[in-house]
């Protein structure tokens, strides 16, 4: 099981995470949508400790994270449960795409150079990028250092990988290329929560769509039923706001 229980987070008097408790079963991809500042990305954040909530627990197989209580063994433990994607990449620009997927086999996970060069390969091919292994960053495309950061995350064997806008930075004509990328791994029975702006993107790849409003979860369903007429009002507003942004001045709900 993967949980988030009672969750809060505070910058400042400025509420971010109101109690949030959720479920994510495993193998399902669920997506995370709202406004600019509705706590989408600290949610993520909190999910692995990368920031710390103020109060609440997260849950992964059986390990139980309190944080209020977190030693840095149990952040250490949920972290090595987790993997994050993040938007803007974080490649080492001074290292092949390679040796970017082969460095936390050997630092997190004690592999030998080999092990960690053949298994390194393996999540390049994993994601389409075996023929680029010997490329740096700046030798790739958006699309491809993307699918880099992925390959690096899937390499920590995580239970939940959680990506965070990992279109945004991207053309969008390199965008179907990191859909096809998490399409094909969803496939493959690995759960994930994804933060995202990207509405067709969201309609291709959830199983579940959250939708935020200032730390709160207003809706939540699936995407055939969240794309349509049965949604909270404001859920309703947010999607034409989106569409009108885009110029889809026919979008109807």
């Known amino acids: 099981?993967?949980?988030?229980?009672?969750?809060?987070?505070?910058?400042?008097?400025?509420?971010?995470?109101?109690?949030?408790?959720?479920?994510?079963?495993?193998?399902?991809?669920?997506?995370?949508?709202?406004?600019?500042?509705?706590?989408?990305?600290?949610?993520?954040?909190?999910?692995?400790?990368?920031?710390?909530?103020?109060?609440?627990?997260?849950?992964?197989?059986?390990?139980?994270?309190?944080?209020?209580?977190?030693s840095k063994r149990d952040v250490l433990e949920l972290r090595r449960r987790t993997a994050m994607v993040f938007q803007q990449f974080h490649l080492f620009s001074r290292k092949t795409a390679l040796e970017n997927v082969a460095e936390?086999?050997?630092?997190?996970?004690?592999?030998?150079?080999?092990?960690?060069?053949?298994?390194?390969?393996?999540?390049?091919?994993?994601?389409?990028?075996?023929s680029h292994a010997g490329h740096y960053p700046a030798q790739l495309?958006?699309?491809?250092?993307q699918r880099v950061g992925i390959a690096r995350a899937l390499a920590m064997r995580p239970e939940v990988l959680l990506l965070d806008e990992p279109t945004s930075a991207l053309d969008p004509e390199l965008v179907g290329e990191v859909?096809?990328?998490?399409?094909?791994?969803a496939a493959g029975g690995q759960t994930m929560v994804i933060v995202s702006h990207e509405m067709n993107f969201v309609r291709q790849i959830a199983d579940r769509v959250l939708f935020?409003?200032?730390?709160?979860?207003?809706?939540?369903a699936p995407p055939e039923q969240f794309f349509g007429p049965k949604v909270g009002e404001r859920t309703r507003e947010f999607l034409r706001e989106y569409h009108l942004a885009r110029g889809n001045v026919d979008y109807q709900i």
């Open 179 to 185: 859909l096809a990328t998490v399409r094909g791994i």
């Open 1 to 70: 099981m993967i949980a988030i229980d009672k969750i809060e987070k505070r910058f400042g008097d400025r509420v971010i995470l109101d109690g949030l408790s959720l479920e994510f079963a495993a193998g399902d991809v669920t997506a995370i949508v709202g406004s600019s500042g509705a706590g989408k990305s600290t949610l993520l954040r909190c999910i692995d400790f990368l920031e710390r909530p103020d109060r609440g627990r997260v849950v992964i197989g059986d390990l139980t994270v309190d944080a209020e209580r977190a």
């Open 104 to 130: 936390g086999l050997r630092v997190v996970r004690g592999l030998s150079r080999r092990e960690a060069e053949a298994e390194a390969r393996q999540h390049l091919d994993r994601v389409g990028l075996a």
């Open 212 to 220: 935020l409003e200032h730390g709160r979860v207003l809706d939540d």
């Open 141 to 145: 495309s958006g699309g491809q250092q």
